[in-house]
């Protein structure tokens, strides 16, 4: 697709750093952020890097802007190569474009580019050298960024200050020089006319900052998780690490298990003795709980799953993002049973859906799924500060007596869950098709009613408790466009650019099952379009299932080759 | 507490899906009368097992039950124990499931030692798929796919005793349900060992295995001396794969291996379940508050 010039009043920049893992691109990211921040800037940050542990061509960017954008753009405005890959490597991506200036070494920037306007080189290696080390160049770049931003200098020396206190008053020392050398330079820079006025807010300053991980690993920890078992796999890991770095504050134990099918028993086995539990994986680690969450469906126990997504089949891109992994949560697992899936669209959405889906999941009995992808967890924004005060955890688990039977054919369809110790009673679950004490049974009429109970009931329960979708855009719409999950961002930003007064954005942050307002809404648009971030348009399919509205292939927006959707590519789409 | 506390058949009308004559009848009498002499309550007992006949056994006997997947006992089984300490979990199942498919779970968790007990009933051939081998089948075992025309089985027979010492589990015994005493016992011994035990229990299927039967079994075991020394783990090793006559008893013991939930840490401060606890608003708004840099 040809990407789309954005002509409108500038108010946000893109800085975009490349090179090499382990060259420093994420301090430097996360200096620039931060600072950018506690100055008052909004801030989003993303990221896209190759599956290896150096070398490869790895990419941030850092938009800063008046207002909060949250959406990847091909737009870059300023590059920052840390080495010959970076300016080829954003170019083929039609990510150079004739107006982004170029800060940089002369080593990093390729000769066909030197001659243009808008480089300004900088030898950010021989200043570090000066102070002593290469390791300080990093700190010179950044303060180069931030001063064409006019970031406040303070808070540069703050971060730098609390950043490498642990590694004593040397290091800080030379640190701050550096900062200041960069400072130098940015001054020097924006005297020769390369500098952003972008309008602060104050409120933005006591903002947090937080990703997509973060904001899944916090929204467990207000759930009550206090259990987490998991193999690790990219882009899942990060909610482990976090909850395995916060285990002790919490009470959470922490189980790297030897594999996935480990992983996803022993949560059942956790909320089976009434611990609140997840699972974090991604689409291959998935596959290997397909047997679990069966197993979850016919015990009518509990799971919550994090089902990171990137791209398949198989190992696929291992860092890339995709949303390719609907259409395997909703089919997996053997036999009929009821279940429900979350889509974080928003880092709000992100921590209160995984909160949410304990409750939700405890409510039921269910196993409930919070899909995210890598481009979600990986990039960062700020974010006001999370409201905890009305928050407390549903109580469902009773206290079992000695009549107690654990699938108790009940009116509402949810049977009492007691868990052992808890009372006189027993607590007897089974994989095996049950009676209601949990015993083995080939009482076919038993059996239907065990399914009605499991899947019918259970599922209009779920129905009735579905969040519908979230309608923005144009007030009256005779489009509306269908996005899911983490391309909320990207679907506002490109259908404001676009001027578009006639489309309106219907967005899904619970995927299934459906709320029931859904088919009464695209049934009143005369024209249905979906954007999806994989081949199939796995979304469609659901929405065509459960409501019998079918997007037409032609207003489908696809892309699977690894990258989030670019506003540019979706502005495009609105307005071909 | 009594023995048939524990008994479920005189309180509900139960069919008991075993062979007569089979082995498992014994260790169901057994494990009640274990549980009941280590004055437990049925209410603090969970019964976790895989599939396949042994693994029916927590039907058979009045405990809390978790009744999962084939091979996949030990990791609900630890979890288990993990999110309530206060529990005693068993798990309970066959040598297909807890040798076989679930090979790689009893691997980890020896090594990650939770408090709880894995008995195996080692019968040394699949019953309810109908004859096949099992990981423990002798070499030369004749059965449906391995003819005896054609040498029986071929594949070296697992070794759970050897594989569990090598790993450095916290306790590893063997049992013959042909001697339902010293099976108690055992099982008495394993049950109260503080960290992982496995028990491998000889129990003949008497519809399958025409091989290692009830005869075979008493000809081809003897028990360990009272002057042997468990905690000898060379001595432990030799004695695991001694391949003549078949050593019975506690044959190893690392008493000080600290459990699962002891090295998880929750449990150091506030000994209640995780079932009970609340989550801490206070620490999480503080946890929060502190995110305002990307460091």
């Known amino acids: 697709m040809r990407p789309v010039v954005l002509a409108r009043m500038r108010r946000d920049v893109s800085v975009v750093l490349a090179g090499a893992a382990g060259q420093g691109i994420e301090t430097v990211g996360g200096m620039l952020s931060t600072v950018l921040k506690d100055s008052g800037n909004n801030v989003f940050t993303t990221r896209e890097f190759m599956s290896r542990i150096r070398g490869g061509t790895n990419t941030l960017q850092v938009r800063v802007s008046s207002h909060r954008v949250a959406a990847y753009c091909l737009r870059t405005d300023i590059a920052v190569p840390l080495d010959r890959t970076a300016i080829p490597h954003l170019a083929k991506y039609s990510r150079l474009q004739e107006s982004t200036a170029i800060v940089g070494e002369a080593e990093a920037v390729p000769e066909e580019y030197q001659r243009r306007d808008r480089v300004h080189l900088v030898e950010f290696t021989q200043m570090a050298r000066e102070l002593g080390s290469k390791v300080y160049s990093n700190t010179i770049a950044a303060g180069v960024i931030l001063t064409l931003f006019n970031a406040d200098r303070d808070a540069g020396r703050a971060y730098l200050t609390e950043r490498f206190a642990a590694k004593g008053p040397e290091v800080v020392q030379k640190n701050l020089e550096a900062y200041e050398r960069g400072v130098m330079v940015g001054k020097r820079l924006t005297s020769e006319g390369l500098i952003f006025q972008i309008d602060r807010e104050e409120s933005v300053k006591e903002e947090l900052i937080l990703s997509g991980t973060d904001a899944v690993s916090l929204g467990a920890i207000a759930g009550g998780c206090n259990f987490v078992s998991s193999y690790p796999m990219s882009p899942s890991t990060g909610v482990l690490t976090f909850l395995a770095q916060r285990s002790q504050e919490f009470g959470i134990v922490v189980d790297q298990a030897e594999d996935e099918i480990a992983a996803i028993n022993k949560g059942i086995g956790a909320w089976y003795a009434g611990a609140r539990a997840i699972v974090t994986t991604s689409g291959g680690g998935f596959a290997l709980m397909n047997e679990g969450l069966s197993l979850a469906g016919m015990t009518e126990t509990p799971i919550v799953i994090h089902l990171a997504q990137r791209p398949g089949p198989a190992t696929g891109l291992p860092t890339r993002t995709e949303q390719g992994d609907l259409k395997h949560f909703l089919n997996a697992g053997h036999g009929e049973f009821a279940r429900a899936a979350f889509a974080p669209g928003t880092l709000h959405d992100a921590f209160h859906l995984t909160r949410r889906a304990f409750d939700l999941a405890d409510r039921y009995q269910v196993p409930v799924a919070i899909l995210t992808d890598q481009f979600l967890l990986d990039s960062s924004w700020n974010v006001p500060m999370i409201d905890l005060s009305d928050m407390s955890t549903e109580k469902h688990l009773v206290e079992t007596d000695d009549a107690y039977r654990r699938y108790r054919l009940t009116h509402d369809g949810v049977s009492p869950r007691g868990v052992p110790g808890h009372g006189a009673g027993l607590v007897v679950v089974d994989s095996d098709e049950h009676d209601e004490d949990g015993h083995i049974t080939e009482d076919l009429r038993v059996r239907s009613e065990m399914v009605r109970k499991r899947l019918h009931r259970k599922m209009e329960l779920l129905r009735r408790d579905s969040l519908p979708p979230e309608v923005s855009g144009a007030k009256k719409p005779d489009r509306l466009i269908i996005a899911w999950g983490s391309n909320y961002h990207v679907m506002r930003e490109a259908l404001e650019i676009s001027g578009r007064t006639d489309t309106g954005l219907l967005h899904f942050r619970q995927v299934y099952p459906l709320h029931e307002s859904v088919a009464g809404m695209l049934g009143d648009a005369d024209e249905v379009m979906i954007a999806e971030n994989n081949a199939t348009s796995q979304f469609a399919a659901v929405i065509h299932l459960e409501t019998g509205v079918r997007v037409p292939d032609s207003n489908r927006l696809l892309k699977y080759d690894g990258m989030p959707f670019s506003v540019e590519e979706v502005v495009g789409f609105l307005n071909r | ?295």
């Open chain 2, 1 to 295: 507490m009594e023995s048939k506390e524990f008994d479920i058949m005189d309180r509900v009308n139960y069919d008991i899906a075993w062979c007569p004559g089979c082995g498992n009848y014994q260790i169901r009498t057994v494990m009640m009368q274990a549980l009941a002499e280590l004055g437990l309550r049925p209410q603090e007992v969970v019964l976790v097992s895989g599939i396949g006949q042994a693994a029916k056994m927590p039907h058979y006997i009045r405990v809390n039950v978790f009744n999962g997947l084939h091979g996949r006992s030990l990791p609900p089984a630890a979890a288990i124990k993990a999110s309530n300490p206060h529990l005693t979990v068993i798990a309970e199942s066959g040598d297909g499931c807890m040798y076989g498919e679930g090979g790689n779970h009893l691997v980890h968790t020896i090594l990650r030692n939770p408090d709880i007990t894995a008995i195996v009933h080692d019968n040394m051939v699949y019953g309810l798929t109908k004859g096949q081998a099992s990981p423990t089948s002798r070499r030369g075992t004749p059965s449906p796919l391995h003819p005896a025309d054609r040498q029986g089985v071929t594949s070296e027979p697992l070794n759970p005793l050897a594989l569990a010492i090598s790993l450095n589990a916290s306790f590893v015994a063997r049992a013959f349900i042909g001697d339902q005493e010293q099976t108690k016992d055992i099982l008495k011994k394993a049950i109260r060992h503080r960290g992982f035990a496995l028990v491998d229990v000889f129990q003949p299927c008497v519809t399958y295995n025409k091989v290692n039967t009830f005869r075979w079994f008493k000809d081809n075991t003897y028990y360990l001396p009272d002057s042997y020394d468990p905690t000898d783990r060379v001595s432990a090793f030799q004695k695991a794969i001694e391949r003549e006559r078949l050593p019975l008893g506690v044959l190893y013991v690392s008493p000080d291996r600290p459990t699962f939930e002891e090295e998880s840490g929750v449990y150091d401060t506030d000994r209640r379940p995780l079932f009970q606890r609340e989550v801490d608003w206070k620490k999480l708004e503080a946890l929060i508050c502190s995110m305002k840099s990307a460091t």
